[in-house]
């Protein structure tokens, strides 16, 4: 037995803040099955607090929205120009990601022979480099978005590609440069509709980039790069000890023989491991030196830390010898436990197999 506990009481909290810090429409963004929490589960939560408009990244996501009777509007974050994606969008009636002129021609001819009229935001790059037209696209841009007579764009948006780590500069500027487009396309006769730039980071750090949505995914789980005392941090693994046993001193614990026990040790084998999350940290390309050093002095810091800790039966417990696959070992000398006793760490869903039951709870 083991399960993603998502605690619905700590998700509505999380909700509710920062609602209370958006002044407008908020866009809940779906992707990685809903940060881990469980895409279609997720998508119906936002809906019952008043989001009308969800995000995601792949074309699969939004249809098994669709599939599982999902009925408001799913912006497609990412622009493709591939036949066969374009007709799955119209037939799901999915809001389109415009980011080249080959996607907003593949989506107005299909829609011109099926007769109506697909709804598109149009994506502009304003420093990321992936999709969207670039700043010495716009007149080009304007000039096809005004012939694509099947195809709506209902507004236009950007996405900073260092806002959750401290630079505002590059913040304001790929604001600055987003803001110049829209005036552009705006001077050139185009109808914008509503503009977005904000993922959590922006939002929580710089209210000016909030214009007339924000789109909102990891502050959910109050999981950021950057403390945010207001929110609870959303994740945890639940399951229940499903051995004891006590090991004799100078005994090994675990792969790699990096363990070995000080004294005779009362240990708690737990049926979880990374292959649900535990003890991951998202791998990281370090393309600078200076990024290289960084994560290499994490790492340093990393072993002088105190173990990771689970919660068994109320009491913690520190984590010994290398986490397995399916398997963790803790030290429970000096606590009362029991096989049975119920056992709960915190670990972040987007990292937690896709196939582990996910649990939604009201509360404790
Ligand atoms: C992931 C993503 C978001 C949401 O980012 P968070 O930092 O998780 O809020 C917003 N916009 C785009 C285009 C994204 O890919």
Do not use: W
């Amino acid at each position: 037995m083991k399960a993603l506990l998502v605690r619905l009481d700590h998700l509505e909290h999380n909700f509710k803040t920062l609602q209370a810090l958006a002044h407008v429409k908020i866009i809940a963004v779906l992707k990685g099955n809903g940060y881990g929490l469980g895409l279609v589960e997720m998508a119906f939560f936002y809906q019952q607090h008043g989001v009308t408009t969800v995000a995601v990244a792949s074309l699969a996501e939004a249809m098994l929205l669709r599939d599982n009777h999902y009925e408001h509007q799913i912006l497609l974050l990412s622009s493709t120009c591939l036949a066969e994606e374009v007709e799955a969008i119209l037939k799901y009636n999915i809001t389109a990601t415009i980011g080249s002129l080959e996607a907003l021609s593949e989506l107005n001819a299909q829609a011109k022979a099926l007769d109506i009229t697909a709804i598109a935001h149009v994506k502009l790059d304003s420093g990321f480099g992936r999709y969207g037209f670039l700043p010495t696209a716009m007149q080009t841009l304007a000039s096809a978005i005004t012939a694509a007579e099947n195809v709506q764009m209902q507004g236009v948006f950007s996405h900073f590609s260092n806002a959750c780590n401290d630079n505002p500069a590059s913040v304001q500027r790929q604001l600055t440069c987003f803001l110049q487009c829209i005036d552009e396309l705006e001077q050139l006769g185009v109808d914008v509709g509503i503009r977005h730039i904000a993922n959590s980071s922006a939002f929580l750090k710089f209210p000016n980039t909030h214009l007339d949505a924000v789109r909102i995914g990891s502050a959910f789980l109050g999981r950021l790069t950057f403390a945010t005392p207001d929110l609870h941090r959303i994740g945890s693994l639940v399951s229940k000890v499903s051995e004891m046993k006590t090991l004799p001193v100078g005994h090994n614990v675990g792969y790699a023989d990096i363990f070995q026990t000080r004294r005779p040790t009362k240990i708690a084998i737990l049926p979880f491991g990374y292959i649900d999350g535990l003890g991951l940290e998202r791998s990281r390309d370090a393309f600078k030196l200076k990024e290289a050093i960084r994560y290499i002095a994490r790492e340093i810091k990393q072993i002088f830390r105190k173990p990771m800790v689970v919660e068994i039966a109320g009491q913690t417990a520190p984590i010994i010898g290398r986490i397995g696959m399916c398997h963790t070992i803790v030290d429970v000398s000096h606590i009362q436990a029991n096989v049975g006793d119920p056992v709960s760490v915190r670990v972040n869903p987007l990292m937690v197999d896709g196939c582990l039951k996910r649990i939604y709870k009201a509360g404790e």
